[in-house]
Every structure is written in structure tokens, then in C-alpha cells.
Nanobody, 124 residues
Framework: VQLQASGGGLVQVGDSLRLSCAAS????????LGWFRQAPGREREFVSAIRLSGGNTYYADSVKGRFTISKNNAKNTVFLQMNSLKPEDTAVYYC??????????????????WGQGTQVTVSS
């Protein structure tokens, strides 16, 4: 499975960005896709995830109500719409694919494949 993330950039506080993660490869439809982020000097943390089949969605508390994850099954692409961005959202965002269940969606070890990161910088 290959993952291609895009859509990062430099924005102002309160602005919006939409990240995309295009997945390709054998059996990709059986995976869930997630977004993680890593800020400078901090550990990587879970942001959001969605199953490509079924569509269950999951969010970190820090982004609930501001971020929305969605998918285009025809293109095996997942989107992360990020609204009301804050300086603390500044990080490198990574998409990942794995076979997680409800109790493991936030765990890095539930994801087998990782894409390259895309930088999101929110300037105040």
C-alpha cells in the first residue's frame, strides 16, 4: 500500500486547510486510514481516522468540532478538512493505513503503512 499526502501549507489563525491522502495498492479497500501529526519536540499523536468500508470516523478531543475526515471510495482518497486552525495545530501531518478496530484506532501500532508528511503551519 502506498500513501500520498498533500494539502499542507502556511495559514493564519482561524483559516482552513484540506489535507488529502491518496491510497493505492492491493487490498487498500480493507484498510482504515488515519491522520497523525508531530509538532517540533513532541511525540507523534493521533488526529483522526476513518474506515474505507463502513465509514466509521474517529477524532482526537483536541480537534473535535473543528476537523472533519471524509473519504472518496472511488478514488481511495481520504480528506481532512481542518477549520478554525490554531497555532497548536502546527505540525507535520502523516496519513497512515491499517486494520484497526474501535479500541485501537488511535494507536500507531495499528497502522502498517505510512505516507510522507505534509507540513501545516498556523501563524498567529
Amino acid at each position: 500500500v502506498q500513501l500520498q499526502a498533500s494539502g499542507g501549507g502556511l495559514v493564519q489563525v482561524g483559516d482552513s486547510l484540506r489535507l488529502s491522502c491518496a491510497a493505492s495498492g492491493s487490498g487498500v479497500n480493507g484498510y482504515g486510514l488515519g491522520w497523525f501529526r508531530q509538532a517540533p519536540g513532541r511525540e507523534r499523536e493521533f488526529v483522526s481516522a476513518i474506515r474505507l468500508s463502513g465509514g466509521n470516523t474517529y477524532y482526537a478531543d483536541s480537534v473535535k468540532g473543528r476537523f472533519t475526515i471524509s473519504k472518496n471510495n472511488a478514488k481511495n482518497t481520504v480528506f481532512l478538512q481542518m477549520n478554525s486552525l490554531k497555532p497548536e495545530d502546527t505540525a507535520v501531518y502523516y496519513c497512515a493505513a491499517g486494520r484497526f478496530i474501535a479500541s485501537t484506532h488511535y494507536r500507531e501500532d495499528a497502522y502498517y503503512y505510512w505516507g510522507q508528511g505534509t507540513q501545516v503551519t498556523v501563524s498567529s
